[in-house]
């Protein structure tokens, strides 16, 4: 049967189950526009191309599939280039669709090319130029493929525009591509060697990251810490992978982390380190980072071994298979912790729980930002698929609101990009329309991609924006206060729009509150509507993000902030 | 870590951007390409690169990593530490004067290397060798008066697999 390039495509789209796509028409799309107009598959058309972008990578995080997105060329392919960074960072599964001008074009400057396999090369998994309309199923197929299998990332796919518009026998059974799926089978030697290693500890500590949650691995990971009473901590990513509500959760570590939990790391004797890639802002000083310990690494990417933190047994493979099989050896060999030792170690780790809680200053007069979030965890009672932007919001959610299931936390973690929380949560919307679905945001944040309070408005898609406003840029300042001597330069928000008229103006309800008194009930409110609603919370303008590890220093040295609660 | 030069030969498929890819994970990571070459195997669909570049041995199982990565990257073999043979070829071009000619020519036949061209006012030789042999050609000839020179990146072939 012969069929024109837009017409696989979307046929192709259909074999890969896909059931939304976020996108943005243009010059170079337009055949494949015409086409989705003749079809059933879900658009959402977005208001910028990024949100395309964040809102397909929103939709993966929250769903576990691929997230797709549809751009033109030139300056929309360029528009996607901070989503496509962003879920490349985190490892998440995206296929992007770019229009590009007809192949006769490419290289004479045409109006609206640009080289966006060349400019993506860099921040994707893989990018492919379709050049003939023969090769373009087996790309789609090979994308979705590439996207999803191993350590997942986003693939573009450029589409010419006389390449859709060309016709080639479509046969979806003649369909080839190359199978990159690598299986790993971890030596029982490696077993062993772990065995050998957790015997000989007194203080296990497991640290869970992003790989649990993209790996499917949370089940396993929480029965190896249940079942041998070993205590865990997590990365940013890793947050909801085990559950924030279990006593032998510490919390994440790192910059913002909690003090007992950068306290475990620094004193265990034994690490088991799955799905992370020991970033920067986890590890604080490499020499100092788990000094005491054996570590053991597991996580599917070879290239993450050994990049950060020199390991002591690294274990390359799918964090579920692998956890899975840790389990049975650990049963096949009777190991049985030594509850005496089990029972100091924890003993220890609650008096630093005890020492230093995770807390802050409570207000009668102003709203405080940790008790906004404190407050909606309380109303939803956790049951909320929860997106940040970046900065300050991000980091008292991830302290203040506790995940116990995967996919409910979905924050851009590695590459930090504000204006992601909005469009992200419109995006894990559309993959679940009847769960709560709140963007805990700033009002710096909130205004980089504020124009897709018009999509959640044409769709009815009922998203909550929670605005912590503080009228700065809250993490820049809190760093000039620390480390430039409260020189705020250009970090003062003051001039900002009146954000319940402007939600209005968008079609969205727009909800304020100034006093303490009033938090819960405009949450009440905002939570309770069928549409759309930004909260606007004036809280405290000059919180900080307390406790935290000064940039250089150790994650043992940790600056608490002050002190004084009300109990 | 001691840094050291490594000798790395990749095979990848032979598409349009693979070179890109290749020299920009490098590139991007920070690490420098000292020299490369680039050709198609006996299948015309593969080519095969080799690059040098200096680092640590933890450096170079990084870059290892990073390009075993590529989709387009079919396998990455060090071949610093396996009996292997090296070559370079360098073409030379020398002006030749009243005063120079002579020197030349018995550089030239002393050395054994390859004429490739001779006119009445230049020479072009060819010389292979590995990277020393190559270096000291240079040195020998700099003070004849060297016009212009093209040198290719180091190739590599293991004697066993």
């Known amino acids: 049967m012969k069929l024109k390039g837009t017409e696989i495509l979307l046929k192709v789209l259909e074999e890969e189950k896909v059931d939304i796509i976020f996108g943005y028409p243009g010059g170079a799309v337009l055949d494949i526009y015409d086409q989705l107009y003749k079809s059933n598959l879900k658009h959402i058309l977005v208001r910028h191309e990024q949100g395309a972008v964040h809102a397909a990578d929103g939709y993966a995080r929250a769903s576990g599939r691929v997230g797709v997105c549809l751009v033109t060329s030139g300056p929309g392919a360029t528009n996607t280039v901070t989503g496509i960074a962003t879920a490349n960072m985190d490892s998440i599964p995206l296929v992007v669709f770019t229009g590009q001008v007809p192949t006769g074009l490419i290289g004479n400057d045409a109006f609206q090319e640009c080289d966006i396999t060349g400019i993506t090369r860099p921040c994707t998994k893989h990018n492919f130029l379709v050049r003939n309309v023969d090769e373009l199923a087996a790309t789609i197929k090979e994308a979705f493929h590439i996207a999803r299998s191993g350590r997942p990332g986003p693939v573009l796919v450029d589409l010419p525009k006389n390449v859709m518009a060309a016709q080639t026998d479509y046969d979806p059974a003649n369909v080839k591509f190359r199978n990159h799926e690598v299986s790993y089978k971890p030596a029982p030697k490696k077993m062993a060697n772990l065995l050998d290693m957790l015997q000989t500890a007194s203080k296990p500590l497991i640290m869970t990251g992003g790989g649990v949650i993209l790996g499917k691995a949370s089940a396993e990971l929480t029965e190896l810490s249940r079942k041998y009473q070993i205590p865990v901590t997590g990365t940013l990513m890793g947050l909801g992978s085990f559950p924030g509500s279990d006593p032998l959760w510490l919390g994440m570590l790192g910059m913002h982390g909690t003090y007992y939990a950068n306290m475990a790391i620094s004193h265990c004797d034994f690490l088991l380190a799955v799905g992370v890639r020991f970033d920067d802002r986890v590890t604080g000083t490499i020499e100092t980072f788990a000094a005491n310990a054996k570590i053991v690494h597991i996580d599917i990417d070879p290239s993450s071994i050994n990049k950060n933190v020199t390991v002591d047994l690294p274990i390359i493979g799918d964090t579920k298979a692998t956890l899975k099989d840790l389990l049975r050896f650990l049963e096949e060999h009777h190991y049985t912790p030594d509850d005496l030792s089990r029972k100091t170690w924890l003993g220890e780790i609650a008096e630093w729980r005890e020492k230093v809680p995770l807390t802050y200053c409570q207000s009668s007069e102003i709203i405080k930002p940790q008790s906004v979030i404190e407050t909606l965890y309380k109303l939803t009672g956790g049951d909320a698929l929860i997106t940040t932007e970046v900065g300050q919001n991000q980091m008292w959610t991830a302290q203040f609101f506790p995940f116990n299931q995967p996919n409910s936390f979905i924050s851009s973690g590695g590459l930090g990009t504000m204006g992601f929380g909005l469009p992200a949560a419109i995006g894990v919307k559309c993959a679940f329309p009847d769960k709560h679905v709140i963007d805990i945001a700033g009002d710096g944040s909130i205004q980089m991609n504020i124009q897709e309070l018009a999509t959640a408005a044409q769709y009815n898609i009922a998203v909550k924006v929670v605005l912590l406003n503080n009228g700065y840029l809250g993490m820049v300042r809190q760093w000039q206060e620390m480390f430039y001597e409260k020189r705020y330069s250009h970090t003062d928000m003051t001039y900002a729009p009146d954000f319940v008229k402007l939600a209005e103006a968008f079609g969205v309800v727009g909800l304020r509150a100034t006093k303490p008194a009033e938090v819960e009930s405009i949450l009440r409110e905002g939570l309770a509507s069928s549409k759309p609603v930004l909260m606007d919370f004036r809280v405290s303008r000059e919180e900080c993000v307390y406790p935290m590890v000064h940039p250089g220093q150790s994650i043992s040295q940790m600056t608490l902030g002050s002190r004084e609660m009300i109990n | ?161």
């Open chain 2, 1 to 161: 870590m001691e840094k050291k030069d490594h000798i790395i030969s990749i095979l990848v498929h032979n598409k349009p951007d693979v070179l890109a890819r290749v020299a920009g994970t490098l590139g991007g990571k920070g690490y420098n390409i000292d020299s490369l070459c680039v050709n198609t195997t006996t299948q015309k669909d593969i080519s095969k690169i080799v690059m040098t570049t200096a680092g640590s041995q933890t450096t170079i199982t990084r870059i290892e990593n990073q390009l075993q990565r590529l989709f387009d990257v079919i396998s990455v073999d060090d071949l610093t530490n396996v009996e292997s043979i090296h070559r370079e070829m360098v073409l030379v071009r020398l002006n030749l004067t009243a005063q120079n000619s002579e020197d030349v020519k018995n550089a030239i036949d002393m050395n054994k290397w390859k004429t490739i061209v001779s006119g009445d006012k230049y020479v072009l030789v060819e010389i292979t060798g590995d990277k020393t042999q190559i270096d000291f050609a240079l040195a020998r000839l700099e003070p004849l008066g060297i016009a212009d020179i093209t040198r290719t990146g180091l190739i590599a072939l293991k004697l066993e697999d």
